[in-house]
């Protein structure tokens, strides 16, 4: 039997109902469950794919393609199932479904509403591709109180109704401030915040409390009592050192088992919390420290790079280090000279990106690492960028660049306009739309033998998840590898370079494709662990 636990959030955005609901995931698993977790965003994009870095943060890709939110990214970091493309929905493809049935006539005459059609939409798509999970996490994106999450609210509420109280349970995430001023917690927002959510038919089961501090017993007692809900119920999620001691901390704070208690499952069972423990411990105690730049153009957003960040948390966790980031934004190698910034780093990483706006910098970069032999990553645009660095100064191919920037003599990178996807053919042209269009989800790629990156892998094939428009040219492969850059990884048809490397450096590899989005705590991506050991070495020479 699969049981639905919705996760919504009140007060004020940012309070991590991400992070919580991947908590709550990781914690069932530790206790023997099955577990999937999805999102329903709330905007109108029909997915997070058109939107700017910005805006959104980084749009996290799923095996089978789909452009999906970040926080779907955190639920595969901490409990290691692979999301899908019916893990993530929004208004915007919700309400495209729902037009598209009327326009095609199936709704037979009958006036399309948001009771029932659009709540009947998102309804099925809760319920829609489950494989006997015994736990179905839904988060909704947003606050309660924005217009926006109103029907995916009333479609929940219509759920939890239907299911019963032995299949559904709703957590509710809310935020208990400290006022310095008068040195006292506040429960007022969250008791105005559960207002507002049984004012739409919904009865938090579970509220996690988002606080600094311990929560007092008399303050836990209060927000029961105002909120209707058993004080046991009222967990305290306090703020902690590492993200990922938040399954132990909310342990500890007795989440799991009021969930179970809910459900009415057995609470003695033993349960194995050793893998959290472990890379907990690591990460408070490393036995030394690399400093990596990520020489990017968003870097003043975090939540742009999250996969990226944790990747090299991870490589950390492998190499028993603490790995310090250093954002750099690669305009500044426009105005200013790029060793004063990039000197004292161990490694450096270009990550993916678009666009013209800060790609010169980006380059200088890789010209930096490859010839101070300094470990260098290019993720994507970071290795087109490594390929046109390599064009314009060792080929002496002169303008050599994108045509993502326009028109250029030497085309090294060029618009991918047929690729093979399973047995079908793509095809695109500089007018294709936008939304979905780019080369999107895994696919497999061969690696040369004896070359670095197959040593890394260990295999002679890999599948990783891509996310672009351009490639680098085939046409320049021989011109490209006179400069001594060698192409290590090829598409299984030998047309699309996936990675290249210079054999006679340290540690220069650039990859078509974004291995960070697959990197676990726990599971560690190679590539990021072995850059992040070339790092280490690196800093004993430094
Ligand atoms: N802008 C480049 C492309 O579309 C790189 C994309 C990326 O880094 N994800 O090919």
Redesign the pocket.
């Known amino acids: 039997m699969t049981r639905f636990i919705f996760i919504t959030g009140g007060v004020v955005s940012s309070l991590g109902k991400g992070l919580c609901s991947a908590s709550l995931g990781a914690l069932l698993q530790a206790r023997g469950y099955t577990v999937r977790l999805r999102k329903l965003d709330p905007y109108l994009n029909v997915d997070p794919g058109t939107m700017s870095p910005y805006q959104h943060g980084e749009v996290y890709v799923t095996d089978d393609g789909a452009e999906t939110d970040l926080d779907l990214g955190h639920y595969e970091r901490f409990t290691g199932v692979a999301s899908r493309f019916t893990d993530s929905v929004t208004t915007g493809r919700i309400y495209s479904n729902v037009i598209a049935k009327e326009r095609r006539g199936d709704y037979l005459g009958g006036t399309v509403q948001v009771i029932p059609h659009v709540t009947d939409a998102i309804k099925e798509f809760i319920q829609a591709d489950i494989s006997g999970e015994d736990f179905i996490l839904c988060e909704i994106g947003g606050t309660v109180g924005d217009i926006e999450s109103l029907p995916f609210l009333e479609a929940i509420r219509q759920l939890g109704n239907e299911l019963g109280a032995d299949r559904a349970l709703f957590m509710h995430l809310t935020l208990v401030p400290y006022i310095a001023a008068a040195g006292e917690l506040k429960t007022k927002p969250t008791q105005h915040s559960v207002k507002e959510l049984l004012g739409l038919g919904i009865q938090p089961d579970i509220l996690m409390c988002r606080i600094d501090r311990p929560l007092p017993a008399s303050d836990r007692r209060k927000i029961a009592l105002f909120c209707n809900v058993r004080e046991a119920a009222v967990i305290p999620a306090m703020d902690v050192d590492t993200i990922y001691h938040v399954p132990l901390s909310y342990h500890e704070q007795g989440l799991d088992e009021q969930v179970l208690h809910h459900f009415k499952l057995p609470t003695e069972k033993a349960m194995d919390l050793t893998r959290w423990e472990a890379i907990v411990e690591r990460v408070r105690k490393p036995e030394g420290q690399v400093t990596i730049a990520i020489v990017g153009k968003y870097v003043q957003l975090k939540d742009a790079y999250k996969s990226l960040s944790e990747a090299l948390e991870h490589g950390g966790i492998a190499n028993n280090v603490h790995v310090k980031l250093d954002w750099i934004d690669s305009e500044i190698f426009e105005r200013e000279d790029v060793v004063q910034h990039l000197e004292h780093v161990h490694g450096i990483l270009v990550?993916?990106?678009?666009?013209e706006r800060g790609a010169e910098g980006k380059i200088k970069a890789a010209q930096f690492a490859r010839e101070r032999k300094v470990p260098y990553f290019g993720?994507?645009?970071?290795m087109?960028m490594a390929v046109i660095e390599a064009a314009r100064n060792i080929a002496g191919l002169k303008g050599a660049s994108?045509t993502?920037f326009g028109e250029t003599p030497h085309p090294v990178?060029g618009l991918m306009t047929e690729w093979v996807r399973g047995n079908e053919v793509q095809r695109r042209t500089n007018t294709s739309d936008k939304g979905g269009t780019?080369r999107l989800g895994a696919y497999p790629c061969v690696l040369t033998p004896g070359s670095r990156v197959q040593q890394i892998y260990g295999a002679p094939s890999i599948q990783e998840r891509h996310?672009?428009?351009?490639?680098v040219n085939i046409n320049y492969k021989d011109r490209l590898e006179k400069t001594g850059l060698r192409f290590s990884g090829m598409s299984p048809d030998g047309v699309l370079p996936e990675m290249v490397e210079y054999p006679d450096h340290p540690w220069f590899i650039g990859v078509q494709f974004?291995p960070e989005l697959k990197s676990k705590p726990f599971a560690p991506h190679p590539l990021f662990t072995s850059f992040i050991e070339a790092a280490v070495t690196q800093s004993r020479l430094v």
């Not at 990550?351 to 666009?355: D, L, R, V």
């Open positions: 990550p993916g990106g678009f666009g993720i994507c645009f970071g087109q994108t993502e990178v780019m996310r672009h428009r351009y490639e974004h």
